[in-house]
T-cell receptor
Framework: GENVEQHPSTLSVQEGDSAVIKCTYS??????FPWYKQELGKRPQLIID?????GEKKDQRIAVTLNKTAKHFSLHITETQPEDSAVYFC??????????FGTGTRLAVRP | EAGVAQSPRYKIIEKRQSVAFWCNPISGHATLYWYQQILGQGPKLLIQ????????DSQLPKDRFSAERLKGVDSTLKIQPAKLEDSAVYLCASSRGASLRNEQFFGPGTRLTVL
């Protein structure tokens, strides 16, 4: 089955700096890669996703890149703000169905 | 639109007891998922329903876990008997259907503590 690895497990940045979280996946058939943000004690919420037919997608301060050959994808957050502090999960799936999640990255943005 | 509803939000039981969780998906969502999220880990899919049929239950520990979605709307997940390692947050999610266009929306979860 699919295996998703995520790094780093914790990340601390100064407000205004950029943050990058990286994930690798094992199943070359995976074609949908969402990123979820989970604040303490709350539900995971989709912040951005990318499909295998594109290499990059941006939404304001958030961007995701995908390298199908290397089977890795990354989340980039620019101009970080304290409200970006949360746990971020990457996931991979075939067809948007069963999601296999990474282990999460705890992002702390220092004011 | 109203979100995915789950109850109870918290449950504390002793090992070997039984427990049940309830999920009401977003109206019109055909696909329903139950995930187990152990502290410090990502959610792990337990079971997926398409309407009232099971699509994938390959990671459901069937000796103690069971789930149903009898009328293709609400769903219940049961654990009997519970073990210490079942302590986790149980998340329900729903989507319009299983395709690339259909985002999964998560409920608030039920936090289970097994003593």
């Amino acid at each position: 089955g699919e295996n998703v690895e995520q790094h780093p497990s914790t990340l601390s940045v100064q407000e205004g700096d950029s943050a990058v979280i990286k994930c690798t996946y094992s199943d070359s058939a995976s074609n949908y890669f969402p990123w979820y943000k989970q604040e303490l004690g709350k539900r995971p919420q989709l912040i951005i996703d990318i499909r295998s037919n594109v290499g990059e997608k941006k939404d304001q301060r958030i961007a995701v890149t995908l390298n199908k050959t290397a089977k890795h994808f990354s989340l980039h957050i620019t101009e970080t703000q304290p409200e970006d502090s949360a746990v971020y999960f990457c996931a991979a799936s075939i067809g948007g169905d069963k999601l296999t999640f990474g282990t999460g990255t705890r992002l702390a943005v220092r004011p | 639109e109203a979100g995915v509803a789950q109850s109870p939000r918290y449950k504390i039981i002793e090992k070997r007891q039984s427990v049940a969780f309830w999920c009401n998906p977003i109206s019109g969502h055909a696909t329903l998922y139950w995930y187990q999220q152990i502290l410090g880990q990502g959610p792990k899919l337990l079971i997926q329903f398409q309407n009232n049929g099971v699509v994938d239950d390959s990671q459901l520990p069937k000796d103690r876990f069971s789930a149903e979605r009898l009328k293709g709307v609400d769903s219940t997940l049961k654990i009997q008997p519970a073990k210490l390692e079942d302590s986790a947050v149980y998340l329900c999610a729903s989507s319009r259907g299983a395709s690339l266009r259909n985002e999964q929306f998560f409920g608030p979860g039920t936090r289970l503590t097994v003593l």
